[in-house]
């Protein structure tokens, strides 16, 4: 008896926070909570791992299974454990890939990773469509539901709006700015018909719409009462959902038989991390080629060990605009040898200084797998451009980023360097078409998102007026 228990306790994964200071949880609390009491951002006490000889077999499996395989240590000791296999072949059945995400070879060792196919055309889906599925199962098992609001200024809005409707825990509320989001983004979050979803389009701008959403969560009375919820890139389930395609893409061009390098365009830094996840359960990746676009905050700190808060500035790539990558916090608590005390010291130094500067041995550690790369909308044009006249592929201005990232970066050339392409075309079809002369087409199951009925609420940039509608709105 005493042995058993000691086995099952060994097995069960245990996480903790990036800053130290909130309490040790467990899979289903680390899924609903999202960011941690003291700030910081889950990761697991220690990673799991898989030998080459289990690595390789994930060769021979589809997309859901390979998805099942590798979850599986993750939620060992959770309501999910044995439902994993059916739950991601329910995730993925409506990607409209068969292979759900393809390789496409551009060039001698330049692949890029279709993450495209899901309902919403970017690679969120790939995350979301699982998670929506734990949060319902997880929920129902603990008979709680939740309400989950969020701000958007395009694809993680979407996103999550198709990973939640019809989910009979969960509500869900999204704020975009009014007038500020492009049509086709806008259109796939208001044309879903699902009681459970509602679109408020505030009047005023995206920083608007955050700040909002930020003092929802922070009035304590408000956020235990609504049984607040968030589905951003700090929740760790997204994480782990997303280090299966980098496994399913390794395999296909040789790993664990050899070496591979991943190129990613990269915001809040959560896909990339999800690849050193990866690495760390036994992936073999010579490097991670971190692509940015002019908000270039990553690329000076490879280049200069600091990292330098700066203003956003509007490019063809939005899904990276960013000022700061929060998931960038995962990283370093493992680079500095989980000290929880050192990370949250670097983040206050960021608070009230807007910039720190991360100890030189840990620097010279992170280097040695990761790169960073920028590239401005004319060299994202002229990418976007090449790459049609080379092989006749359209793609979109972030996967351009990657692509020039992958092709730039001075690593082994017998190494396949394999190109996280994020978005369909279709996303964004006016670069596109400025950049080839080819408008692409929005694939079936959207081509008549133009012809759909749209539902949204607008309203004032009001706190209360805010929690009023949410209030009122929740299914109790
Ligand atoms: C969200 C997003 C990114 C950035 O991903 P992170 O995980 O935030 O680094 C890149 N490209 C597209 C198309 C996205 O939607």
């Known amino acids: 008896m005493a042995l058993w228990v000691y086995y099952l306790s060994e097995r069960v994964l245990r996480y903790i926070s990036t800053r130290g200071r909130a309490p040790e949880l467990g899979f289903d609390e680390v899924l609903l909570a999202g960011l941690a009491t003291d700030g910081g951002l889950y990761v697991p006490k220690a990673w799991p791992t898989l030998g080459a000889s289990e690595i390789g077999a994930l060769a021979g499996l589809d997309y859901?299974?390979?998805?099942?395989?590798?979850?599986?240590?993750f939620v060992a000791g959770s309501a999910l454990?044995?439902?994993?296999?059916?739950?991601?072949?329910?995730?993925y059945a409506a990607f409209t890939h068969t292979a759900v995400a393809?390789?496409?070879?551009?060039?001698?060792?330049?692949?890029?990773?279709?993450?495209?196919?899901?309902?919403?055309?970017?690679?969120?889906?790939y995350a979301l469509q699982a998670v929506g599925l734990m949060f319902d199962r997880v929920l129902k098992e603990?008979?709680?539901?939740?309400?989950?609001?969020?701000a958007t200024s395009g694809d993680t809005g979407s996103a999550a709006i198709e990973a939640c409707k019809n989910k009979d825990s969960v509500d869900i509320f999204i704020l975009h700015p009014a007038g500020r989001t492009s049509e086709v983004q806008?259109?796939?979050?208001?044309?879903?018909?699902?009681?459970?979803?509602?679109?408020?389009?505030?009047?005023?701008?995206f920083d608007d719409c955050q700040n909002l959403v930020k003092d929802m969560f922070a009035d304590e009375g408000f956020r235990t009462q609504m049984n607040l919820s968030a589905v951003n890139?700090?929740?760790?389930?997204?994480?782990?959902?997303q280090v299966v395609y980098y496994f399913w893409a390794a395999v296909h061009v040789g790993a664990p038989y050899r070496q591979v390098a991943f190129s990613v365009p990269t915001g809040n830094f959560g896909n990339v991390f999800a690849g050193r996840v990866a690495a760390h359960m036994g992936l073999p990746v010579s490097h991670f080629i971190v692509g940015s676009n002019s908000n270039d905050i990553l690329t000076r700190y490879f280049e200069t060990g600091a990292m330098t808060m700066d203003g956003v500035v509007p490019t063809l790539s939005p899904s990276m605009d960013i000022q700061i990558s929060s998931n960038?916090?995962?990283?370093?608590?493992?680079?500095?040898?989980?000290?929880?005390?050192?990370?949250?010291?670097?983040?206050?130094?960021?608070?009230?200084?807007r910039a720190y500067e991360v100890p030189a041995e840990t620097h010279a550690e992170i280097l040695k797998r990761f790169v960073g790369r920028r590239?401005?909308?004319?060299?994202?044009?002229?990418?976007?451009?090449?790459?049609?006249?080379e092989t006749g592929r359209l793609i979109d201005p972030h996967t351009a980023v990657g692509v020039h990232a992958a092709r730039t970066a001075q690593i082994d050339p017998a190494i396949p360097r394999l190109t996280m392409a994020t978005a369909h075309p279709a996303k964004f079809p006016d670069a596109v078409e400025a950049a080839t002369g080819v408008r692409p087409a929005l694939p079936p199951a959207l081509a008549d998102l133009f012809n759909r009925t749209e539902r949204f609420t607008t309203l004032d940039s009001n706190l209360d007026t805010i929690k009023s509608f949410v209030r009122e709105n929740i299914r109790a």
């Open 375 to 389: 590239l401005d909308d004319a060299g994202t044009t002229r990418v976007m451009r090449d790459v049609y006249a």
């Open 102 to 125: 393809p390789l496409t070879q551009l060039a001698s060792n330049d692949w890029i990773v279709e993450l495209f196919h899901g309902p919403t055309l970017a690679f969120k889906d």
């Open 186 to 205: 806008r259109r796939q979050m208001t044309t879903v018909e699902a009681d459970n979803v509602h679109n408020i389009a505030v009047n005023g701008t």
């Open 81 to 91: 454990e044995n439902d994993l296999p059916a739950l991601t072949k329910d995730a």
């Open 64 to 73: 859901p299974d390979v998805a099942a395989r590798v979850m599986a240590p």
């Open 328 to 353: 960038f916090e995962r990283l370093l608590f493992g680079a500095l040898g989980q000290d929880g005390d050192a990370v949250a010291r670097l983040l206050e130094q960021l608070k009230q200084s």
């Open 233 to 241: 890139s700090i929740n760790w389930a997204r994480i782990m959902a």
């Open 142 to 150: 603990k008979g709680r539901r939740i309400t989950i609001v969020g």
